[in-house]
Nanobody
Framework: QVQLVESGGGLVQAGGSLRLSCAAS????????MGWFRQAPGKEREFVTG????????SYADSVKARFTISRDNTKNTVYLQMNSLKPEDTAVYYC?????????????????????WGKGTLVTVSS
């Protein structure tokens, strides 16, 4: 079965950095666009960033642009999220998700309801 397993979360001070990883198995990884989402306590799950099948196209939420970078290694079936200049408001459970088809491209590929598979998440806590 398909599994997405996030790792790399933890506690970091404001201004610090973390790198999240999401290892995929049970699917042909290069056939899926990948996204990172997050959910803070009491809030809805929100889009953070996404990357196309081959990694040439990326999309970011305005709140993380210039601070976060998504990348993928299709030889390792892994997608990464480099998070720099972290802020307390970045505190959340971070989830990776995969989607097989994306007929309209762009940001529409990363609507939460459209993702096919989800990981269980990893907690990121940013202290002030």
């Amino acid at each position: 079965q398909v599994q997405l397993v996030e790792s790399g979360g933890g506690l970091v001070q404001a201004g610090g950095s973390l790198r999240l990883s999401c290892a995929a198995s049970g699917l042909t990884f290069s056939n899926y666009v990948m996204g990172w989402f997050r959910q803070a306590p009491g809030k809805e799950r929100e889009f953070v960033t996404g990357i196309s099948w081959g990694g040439l196209s990326t999309s970011y939420a305005d709140s993380v642009k210039a601070r976060f970078t998504i990348s993928r290694d299709n030889t390792k079936n892994t997608v990464y999220l480099q998070m720099n200049s972290l802020k307390p408001e970045d505190t959340a459970v971070y989830y990776c998700a995969a989607r097989r088809t994306c007929p309209y491209g762009g940001r529409t590929c990363y609507l939460p309801d459209g993702m096919d598979y989800w990981g269980k998440g990893t907690l990121v806590t940013v202290s002030s």
